[in-house]
């Protein structure tokens, strides 16, 4: 849902965050469970914070009514033990688990659902995050302290997926419409944010750390380590040596290169799981507002689907999966990753072809011009704008890799580096011809898909162009249909059925050319903490889920007992042999240690040269002044 | 003389870059290397993350890095020079004005100055030349200026005036002869440190990203985790190279200096 750069880091911040600053609180040792991650939270406010980090901290806070299995992603029961929808289709009841307390002893009633919804169907800044799960919902009701209902304008299949994070009535009540835009949402000192979750926060320090505490009154049960932390590193290769020198017992969104200096080192598992993220290179396909108003200054080749599908084919898919994330990942084909077993499709057919995409674009007009570049058939030759994000290195790599890719199709890219920021208004306004991107997917395919819808292109208030969520400004009245017809199909097999349909549009279309679908490259102290739960099973990301499945049941190795020990290592074994699969972990070793020596001996020499250089030159100088002074 | 040998050799591996190499081993989709590979026959100083010889990239990077030092130079020295001259020679408010400008650009911290700039710039070769230029040029037209003022108070400048020689004139004729050796000398320092400006900038990512300039090897070496890699192959030579240029263009400035000391 929320676009996420991956481990892109700004060189400038290179000083990690000082180890010293979490402080331990009891003298009866909490097992504390320390994670590292590479950005800041932007707010613990579920109204106001929209990054992957902050999610993170919402859904460990506060419990949804229904969850997302960490099995295969279907529906799971959350605050809510059972839930029903009428023969129409349009009322839903859901029965809440008996009795639900928040952490403060407080029961937890249907009241605060129908008090949290309503929040969001009457306010217009609580609609930002959670707006799509409520544009459906005509009213929300509580017959009785354990049973919700809510009745529909049209039956819709994501009433099953209301991630929308239920609040406590009694402190929100005080937080009201005006309040709620700046409210930080942070714990008084020495208590904790009252919440649902398995963990709750007691400390944020800004740039620093997140601490977290166990819920006793959690209703799955108290998790099994007592403290929870995030501490934030600015730069990957920080974020690693954590994990070796063991600051840190989990280190999330590795890059492939820190990732594979972690394998092999003891005690350490690495674990390359799948993920629901893809990168694409995205085209100008006709910049406009949502009435048809043109905007923007894209070059009007790129709306020629023949030209999107030369250079589908001009890209080497595989030669990027293997040299930008060092293997960690698969080649892209649909905007639905392959996580998503039960959706996603791949048609296959784009495969890279040069000698193909030159074809096409001979017979579609461009001829070849005398100095490499062809002339397309209204005499403006193929030059076109390819913005990529400074904020990730991987981006501005795989910008030089597009370069060279279009050039052997004789099309000249210029690579525009800017900032993400930058590079949001930039789409918005229609100012550009391609850029590099990337997109995590929700298990309900509904918001991705809305992206590529007509209504969805850039909007004007008030004589200024804002970016609405189309990127591509791809519109075709077929999909539109098609988009209504998935967002009422309330059966999951015809709804897929769709929802492959819409993805070969867009394939066919090639709206995007996905680059490739990345894996969460994640490590952890296995001589520590063990339990950790993958979504899906066995192959998924082990934190950062649409659930919080891996606190729940990470435990300390120390404290088991050996039956325990071993079902635990069994778990964790998945990770362990893919790992060694991928990389070769005995291969790592030894020429990690190799390098080594190498680096020593190599700073021992280059020390020399240096000493010697300035030896001789002093000894030259003092030469040349005598020389002087004759 | 250690000084200008180095300089000689890193001026011809600039010139002959383009020609020796041929620009397909810099294609980062034709990389015939592994990721990291250590130093070997093929790869004298191993390979990047893409698999591209470091030697190779090295040596183009030497281009870019010696073209930005020295357009970045040139920029600075007019501007310098130019500010230096009028100050001295003019008297009142407007000597006054410039006399201000420069002391205001001395005082400013020159990376934060530099970072504001190249960041709203954009990241470009172009502009990372702009940005230098436009910073450092205070330190020599401090030097010009007192160098100025000492040579406007020689006697032939006075019967130039007398014989009618207007400002223009005084300026380009009889100063700026004058103080032109000082300039030279002064170049070839600020050369030195023009080049770690742009080393410094540039593994900041505030340089072209696809430029491979010593700071941009250096910038892609530490994001991909070399250090931890203990890739050494992959920060040392950029930095021995960066230490040997700075070196020989400080060692020529103060062999010039020295000479120009006997003359002035």
Known sequence: ?630 | MAGLIILAFFVLVAILAPILISPESLDVTKATGERFDPPSLAYPLGTDEDGRSILLLLAYGTRISLTVGLAATLISMVIGTAVGIMAGHFRGAGSHALVGVTDWFLVIPFLPLAIVLATVLGPSTLNLIIVIGITSWAGTARLIRAQTLSIEGRPYIERSKALGAGNWHQMTRHVLPNVFPLVLANTTLTVAIVILSETTLSFLGLGDPLAPSWGAILDSAFSTGAVSQGAWWYVLPPGICVVLVVLAFTLVGRAMERIMEGRT
């Open chain 1, 1 to 630: 849902m929320i676009r996420r750069l991956i481990a892109g880091v700004a060189a400038a911040t290179i000083v990690a965050v000082p180890a010293a600053a979490v402080p331990h609180a009891q003298a009866a040792d909490p097992v504390v469970f320390t994670v590292g991650i590479l950005s800041d939270i932007d707010s613990l406010n579920p109204f106001t914070g929209i990054l992957a980090e902050s999610y993170e901290m919402f859904q460990l806070q506060y419990a949804t009514l229904l969850s997302t299995s960490s099995v295969d992603f279907t529906p799971d029961a959350g605050l809510a033990e059972s839930w029903e929808t009428s023969a129409d289709g349009k009322t839903w009841t859901y029965t809440l688990r008996p009795d639900l307390v928040w952490s403060d002893g407080t029961p937890l009633t249907a009241n605060d659902v129908v008090y949290t919804f309503n929040r969001i169907l009457e306010g217009r800044y609580e609609q930002r995050n959670y707006g799509n799960y409520v544009r459906n919902i005509t009213s929300v009701t509580a017959p009785d302290d354990r049973t919700v209902v809510m009745t529909t304008k049209v039956p819709s299949p994501i009433m099953e997926r209301l991630a929308v994070y239920i609040l406590p009535e009694h402190v929100w009540s005080g937080v009201d419409a005006k309040a709620v835009k700046s409210f930080a949402n942070e714990p008084a000192e020495g208590e904790t944010l009252v919440g649902s979750g398995p963990f709750l926060v007691v400390e944020r320090r800004t740039g620093q750390f997140i601490r977290m505490v166990a819920n006793d009154n959690y209703f799955k049960g108290r998790p099994q380590v007592d403290e929870l932390v995030f501490r934030i590193y600015n730069n990957p290769d920080a974020l690693g040596q954590a994990l070796i020198k063991g600051e840190i017992d989990f280190a999330s969104g590795l890059t492939a290169d820190v990732f594979s200096t972690l394998e092999g080192q003891e005690g350490i598992t690495t674990y390359a799981g799948s993920y629901s993220g893809f990168n694409e290179l995205a085209f100008n396909m006709g910049a406009a507002l949502v009435d048809g108003t043109p905007i923007g200054d894209g070059n009007p080749h790129m709306q020629d689907q023949r030209v999107r599908l030369a250079i589908s084919h001009a890209i080497d898919r595989q030669q990027l999966v293997d040299k930008i994330l060092d293997g960690y990942g698969t080649p892209g084909a649909t905007i639905i990753p392959p996580t998503y077993s039960t959706l996603h499709i791949d048609p296959g057919t784009q495969t890279y072809d040069p000698a193909l995409a030159n074809q096409i674009l001979d017979e579609a007009g461009y001829a070849m011009g005398p100095d490499g570049v062809r002339i397309g058939p209204d005499g403006v030759p193929m030059k076109y704008r390819l913005f990529v994000r400074t904020d990730s290195d991987s981006s501005v790599k795989s910008g030089e890799y597009f370069k060279s890719y279009l050039a052997a199709i004789g099309i000249e890219a210029d690579i525009k580096p800017v900032d993400e920021n930058a590079l949001f208004e930039i789409i918005g306004r229609g100012e550009f011809d391609m850029f590099e991107w990337g997109w995590v997917v929700e298990p309900d395919p509904d918001y991705q898909l809305s992206t590529f819808t007509c209504g969805k292109r850039s909007y004007e208030d008030g004589g200024e162009v804002y970016a609405d969520l189309s990127d591509s400004f791809f519109c075709d009245p077929e999909y539109d249909a098609l988009y209504a017809a998935q967002s009422e199909e309330t059966d999951q097999a015809a709804r897929a059925e769709i929802v492959k349909q819409m993805q070969q549009i867009i394939y066919d279309n090639v709206a995007y050319v996905v680059t490739y679908y990345y894996d969460n490259l994640e490590a952890y102290r296995s001589d520590r903490f063990t339990g950790f739960v993958g979504q899906p099973e066995g192959s998924g990301s082990l934190l950062f889920q649409y659930g919080t499945y891996s606190y729940e049941n990470v435990e300390p190795i120390s404290a088991d007992t050996g039956g325990e020990e071993s079902s635990a290592s069994a778990s964790a074994s998945p990770g362990a042999s893919e790992s060694a699969d991928a990389g070769g972990s005995t291969a790592a070793e030894e020429t990690s240690g190799g390098s080594n020596t190498g680096l020593i001996i190599g700073l021992v020499i280059a020390a020399l040269v240096i000493i010697g250089l300035v030896i001789a030159l002093v000894r030259m100088r003092s030469k040349s002044t005598e020389d002087m002074k004759e």
